[in-house]
C-alpha cells in the first residue's frame, strides 16, 4: 500500500454512460498525476496537477475527460459519453514538491469496462 | 526524452540473478534513469533510480556504464513474487516533476 488510494477500483458501464474516479494522494504530496494503461502497453500520461492548478493536459485527454482537484487535495476525473475505447485501467500517482529525484506513488487503479 | 528499448520478456528459474538491460543511446546530461516494476492489478512501483556508476538498494542494484547509453537492474535471487513488468525510464527529473514516460517494459517470469 503506497498510500494513494482509488475509488473505485472497477467500474462497468455502459457505452455512453459518464462515470467519475476519484484519487486520494498522500496527503503532504502537492502533485498528483492521471495515467491511462491499456493491456500490455505502459502507462500513458493523461493530466497532472500541482495543488489545484491543473499544469499539463495530454493529447490523450479528449474533450470528454475533465479533471478537477478542488482545494489540492483529492481529485476526480470523469469521463462522459464513454465508449468502448475508453476501456482501461486508470492510474492516479502522487509525488511531493517535484524534485528532480523525487519518486511518483501510485495508486491500486480503477478498471474501467464499457460495454 | 531519451527513447528507451527493453527486453519484451525473460524467463528466470527461482534463485538465480536476473539482468535486464536497457538501452538509451540518447540520453541527456541531466538525465536519471529510474527503474519501476509493476505487479498484475496494481500502479507501479518505484524500484530504483541512479545517474552513474552503481546504486544498490534492497531490492535490486543499478549498473550504469561511464557512457550511460544503457543500464542494467539486477535482481538477485528471485522468487517466484518478483513476477512483473519492469519498465526503464529515463529523463531530465528522475521522476518527480514531470509525467513520466513508460515503454512497454520486460515482462520477467519466475519458474519454480
Known amino acids: 500500500d503506497t498510500g494513494v488510494s482509488q475509488d473505485p477500483r472497477h467500474k462497468i458501464t455502459k457505452r455512453g454512460q459518464n462515470v467519475t474516479f476519484r484519487c486520494d494522494p498522500i496527503?503532504?504530496?502537492?502533485?498528483l498525476y492521471w495515467y491511462r494503461q491499456t493491456l500490455g502497453q505502459g502507462p500513458e500520461f493523461l493530466t497532472y496537477?500541482?495543488?489545484?492548478?491543473?499544469?499539463?493536459k495530454s493529447r490523450l485527454l479528449s474533450d470528454r475527460f475533465s479533471a478537477e482537484r478542488p482545494k489540492g487535495s483529492f481529485s476526480t476525473l470523469e469521463i462522459q459519453r464513454t465508449e468502448q475505447g475508453d476501456s482501461a485501467m486508470y492510474l492516479c500517482?502522487?509525488?511531493?514538491?517535484?524534485?528532480?529525484?523525487?519518486?511518483?506513488?501510485f495508486g491500486p487503479g480503477t478498471r474501467l469496462t464499457v460495454l | 526524452l531519451a527513447k528507451t528499448t527493453q527486453p519484451i520478456s525473460m524467463d528466470s528459474y527461482e534463485g538465480q540473478e536476473v539482468n535486464i538491460t536497457c538501452s538509451h543511446n540518447?540520453?541527456?546530461?541531466?538525465?536519471?534513469i529510474t527503474w519501476y516494476q509493476q505487479f498484475p492489478s496494481q500502479g507501479p512501483r518505484f524500484i530504483i533510480q541512479?545517474?552513474?556508476t552503481k546504486v544498490t538498494n534492497e531490492v535490486a542494484s543499478l549498473f550504469i556504464p561511464a557512457d550511460r547509453k544503457s543500464s542494467t537492474l539486477s535482481l538477485p535471487r528471485v522468487s517466484l513474487s518478483d513476477t512483473a513488468v519492469y519498465y526503464c525510464?529515463?529523463?531530465?527529473?528522475?521522476?518527480?516533476?514531470?509525467?513520466?514516460?513508460f515503454g512497454k517494459g520486460t515482462r520477467l517470469s519466475v519458474i519454480a
Open positions: 541512479g545517474y552513474k
Open positions: 525510464l529515463v529523463g531530465d527529473s528522475g521522476s518527480g516533476n514531470t509525467p513520466l514516460v
Open positions: 496527503s503532504e504530496h502537492n502533485r
Open positions: 496537477f500541482q495543488n489545484e492548478a491543473q499544469l499539463e
Open positions: 540518447n540520453i541527456a546530461t541531466n538525465d536519471y
Open positions: 500517482a502522487s509525488s511531493p514538491d517535484g524534485f528532480s529525484t523525487d519518486t511518483q506513488y
